[in-house]
């Protein structure tokens, strides 16, 4: 179940930043992030939604990718039919979704890992956009957790290291000059997932 709503969750940011990307007038950007979840995940999540009976939403991932005129009424269509397929997992725990969050940042870290060359000059613009998107959801799904009143402690650990790193992004458009290196990124990850086992 982690996974499977990691996966959601990984989708989620891919579309959070081609709507951002389209909001700020970059078609072209928004349309590669807004294709990349249909292309790369959706196909692969079919069999785990089919096994536990979740609604599909293959049509309105497609019909984000091709719009043109109207992209906020499709997105938000979109995000209902995540939701529900989030859903099917019923009653997740904190522990669980301390999981999804774990995954989020160490993906995140690993994507702005490939956006960053050696000298922090910036390498690829999509790769550092995914990981701005991926750490986005984490702060969502970190909220949630709160909401169910999970020990205050560990979630105030995790917040304090995605807090730490989050300045790292400073929009969705990046620098040609990245601020951090990859290794604080995978080591506030580390921390997290040690700080999550407590949930």
């Known amino acids: 179940d982690a996974v499977y709503l990691g996966q959601l969750g990984f989708i989620r940011g891919h579309l959070m930043v081609g709507v951002d990307l389209y909001r700020a007038g970059d078609r072209d950007a928004a349309e590669t992030h807004m294709k990349h979840p249909e292309a790369e995940i959706y196909a692969a999540l079919v069999p785990a939604l089919d096994a536990r009976g979740a609604p599909g939403f293959a049509s309105e991932l497609e019909a984000l990718a091709v719009a043109v005129a109207d992209v906020e009424a499709v997105y938000a269509n979109l995000l209902q039919g995540i939701a529900a397929a989030e859903e099917v997992v019923e009653d997740p725990g904190a522990g669980l979704l301390g999981e999804v969050i774990v995954d989020l940042v160490s993906t995140a870290a690993a994507e702005y890992d490939i956006a960053a060359g ?82």
Request: glycine letters at 8%.
């Open 118 to 199: 050696d000298d922090l000059s910036l390498e690829n613009a999509h790769e550092y956009q995914d990981s701005f998107g991926f750490m986005r959801v984490a702060y969502d799904v970190l909220d949630r957790i709160e909401a169910m009143g999970a020990d205050a402690g560990v979630t105030a650990r995790i917040r304090e290291q995605m807090d730490s790193i989050m300045p790292t992004w400073s929009g969705v458009q990046p620098p040609q000059r990245l601020p951090t290196q990859p290794a604080v990124l995978y080591g506030a990850a580390s921390r997290i997932e040690l700080a999550a086992s407590g949930l």
